[in-house]
């Protein structure tokens, strides 16, 4: 979890010079047009992810979301870093909504799965993870349950979110 100036810093580090950068976002809505950001999870390597939270409730120890797109602005528009993700035209436009300009993007995995199998009905990631690594993801519905029950990302306590996002 980076939550502080000393953790971002050591993030930039470890983005600058990467061979790519993969990327997610958590936000409160699956509209990509009305919902607000939470937090940015990113990985530069198989092993090893990072999550940002920007925008949970009742949390200090997040960072403003100006001074994290000021750290990730140089990276996420150096275009020697590819930018890798799943349904990534989704956090593309959160990212850009919130002042964090992405380019170029090189590899989506949703699409990717489509075209190998453009009758699949298992395009989600948790569904590939599981198909092509055996690995079971947590579900969304595990943090923020479902029906009227449910609560916003914004509402789940960082430590829960983070390892959720980063995987």
Known sequence: TVDNQEKLEALVKAINGAE?????TETSSTDPITADLVGISLSVDEK???YIPVDHHGVEDQLPLAMVVD?????????????VGHNLKYDYIMLRRNGLDTQPLSFDTMIAQFLVD???????????????????MTKIDNLIGSGKNQISMAD????????????
């Open 118 to 136: 453009p009758t699949s009905r298992r395009l989600g990631l948790k569904a590939m993870s599981e198909n092509y690594l055996g690995i079971e």
């Open 20 to 24: 790519y950068l993969s990327f997610d």
């Open 156 to 167: 789940v306590a960082v430590e829960k979110a983070a390892p959720y996002a980063a995987a």
């Open 71 to 83: 750290a990730l602005t140089p990276a996420f528009k150096d275009e020697t870093i590819k930018k």
């Open 48 to 50: 090893t992810g990072y």
